[in-house]
């Protein structure tokens, strides 16, 4: 089992910054690429960013140029760097990581992003 712990969310006014991280524990070798989801209220969770072991990343259009996901294998941490934040990218924020051998997924227990206008 692979344990991820979100944190870093909050509130911040509109064109402000927010960090997210995401730590990873227990049987971290089964995972390579770990990603960021959300889920705003009354909407399906949709991908934000991945990235890779290796460190490949991509990236939701809505996102791309705003946000940059990053990751410290040492530490088992994911980072999500979020600029210019606008009220739609208000969110429950989710980290995730496919298991490459069980074939199944983890979750964190989301962070709260708001932005206000």
């Known amino acids: 089992q692979v344990q991820l712990v979100e944190s870093g969310g909050g509130l911040v006014q509109a064109g402000g910054s927010l960090r997210l991280s995401c730590a990873a524990s227990g049987r971290t070798f089964s995972i390579n690429a770990m990603g960021w989801y959300r889920q705003a209220p009354g909407k399906q969770r949709e991908l934000v960013a991945t990235?890779?072991?290796?460190?490949?990343?991509n990236y939701a259009d809505s996102v791309k140029g705003r946000f940059t996901i990053s990751r410290d294998n040492a530490k088992n941490t994911m980072y999500l760097q979020m600029n210019s934040l606008k009220p739609e990218d208000t969110a429950v924020y989710y980290c995730?990581?496919?298991?490459?051998?069980?074939?199944?997924?983890?979750w964190g227990q989301g962070t709260q992003v708001t932005v206000s206008s």
């Open positions: 990235i890779t072991i290796g460190g490949s990343t």
């Open positions: 995730y990581a496919p298991d490459r051998f069980a074939g199944n997924d983890y």
